[in-house]
């Protein structure tokens, strides 16, 4: 009885000694788990510190790419001097008020109207009367009811004197001095809902021919007609914006004014829309 008594007790030490190695390799393998989670856990955050998103299996790092919670910027118009216009208070004094104009670096910066009611598509009714609707010079810039009164159409023709003071379309023929068309890009339209920003192609002396009766602006290929006579025009006064290439069907404002002293001339000025803007 002694003898297995012994027995039993090595083999209950042996079977306890057993017991505490296995317990104690547990403990091991749980700390290393434990380690390995903590370091994926700092190299995590190293990495979000560093702006790398890292999405799964081939998923390219994007360095700073913004998260849901990223506040969205204002969009900021790169250009100076758009006006802003109150349409509320300009429709009080005539609702014929579609947009206004404005052309850096000239003294245009006018309403434009349309007499949109009126049955003639060429009506020149603000050719001879004011915003206030009061008859005679210098009339109103204006647009033709053939035009869309929101400028979509591929070319809105855009009408107004040639007034001595440099008034209304007077300062236009800045444009014919290369030192001053190389500077001034820009023209602005702005309508009730949209900031349009053109830039300046071309400052054309044409002949007198009514654009809209004679070229079809509803088409692009109307369009390139017109486009290829501006281009193909002999004149010394003519400027053209080097480099700049104009493809038609984009949309275009044409701003026509009289030629002093030459009463079967025009001068266009011709720009093709490149920004546009809700407001």
Known sequence: M???????????????FTIILLAAAGCMVIAAVLMTGRKDARDA???????????????????????????TEPVVIPYEGIPEPDFEELWETNADVCAWITV?????????????SSKDLHDTY?????VERAAGLPGAIYIEPCNAGDFTDLNTVIYGHNMKNGSMFGSLYEFEDNTFFEEHEYAYIVTPEK???????????????HLTGTFDFTTAEGCQVFLDELSKNRDMRDQFREGMEVTAGERMITMSTCVRGEDD???????????EYEH
């Not at 979000?48 to 790419?65: K, S």
């Open 126 to 130: 603000y050719l001879e009367h004011t």
């Open 265 to 275: 001339r025009r001068l266009l000025i011709g720009a093709v829309l490149t920004d």
């Open 195 to 209: 900031i349009l920003v053109y830039r300046i192609f071309a400052a054309v002396v044409y002949s007198d021919r």
């Open 2 to 16: 002694t003898g297995m008594s012994r027995k039993r007790k090595r083999a209950l030490r042996k079977w306890m």
């Open 45 to 71: 955050g190293a990495d979000a510190a560093a702006g790398q998103v890292q999405d799964g299996p081939g998923q390219q790092e994007i360095p700073g790419e913004p998260t849901d919670d990223t506040e």
């Open 104 to 116: 850096p670096g000239t003294q245009v910066d006018y309403p434009v109207l349309q007499n949109a």
